[in-house]
């Protein structure tokens, strides 16, 4: 069992930048891949990124990728997602999830999400 909690939504800038914090309680990281992923109002949820068990192998959506990144502190249970360039587009609320037997495609464990509002 794990428990995730994620932190660092807020209101920016088209252009600006976040970081996103994702807490892990109860297990440690390194057992896991981990994701983002995010849900726009009316929308369904869509992946975002995803951070294999080293570390070592990262894999992002296109509408993300070369301007955000995951990354984690298993030292610290904590995975994070820096976004720059941020556009309106990039609204929506961003949950991480945790995969325990180590799917891309199959999440054990979600967080309760952070709202991310991007202004134009």
């Known amino acids: 069992q794990v428990q995730l909690v994620e932190s660092g939504g807020g209101l920016v800038q088209t252009g600006g930048s976040l970081r996103l914090s994702c807490a892990a309680s109860?297990?440690?990281?390194?057992?896991?891949?981990m994701a983002w992923f995010r849900q726009a109002p009316g929308k369904e949820r869509e992946f975002v990124a995803a951070?294999?068990?080293?570390?070592?192998?990262?894999y992002y959506a296109d509408s993300v990728k070369g301007r955000f990144a995951i990354s984690r502190d298993n030292a610290k249970n904590t995975v994070y997602l820096q976004m720059n360039s941020l556009a309106p587009e990039d609204t929506a609320v961003y949950y991480c999830?945790?995969?325990?037997?180590?799917?891309?495609?199959?999440?054990?464990?979600w967080g309760q999400g952070t709202q991310v509002t991007v202004s134009s």
């Open positions: 999830a945790a995969s325990l037997s180590g799917s891309y495609y199959l999440y054990d464990y």
């Open positions: 109860g297990r440690t990281l390194s057992s896991y891949v």
């Open positions: 951070d294999s068990r080293s570390g070592d192998n990262t």
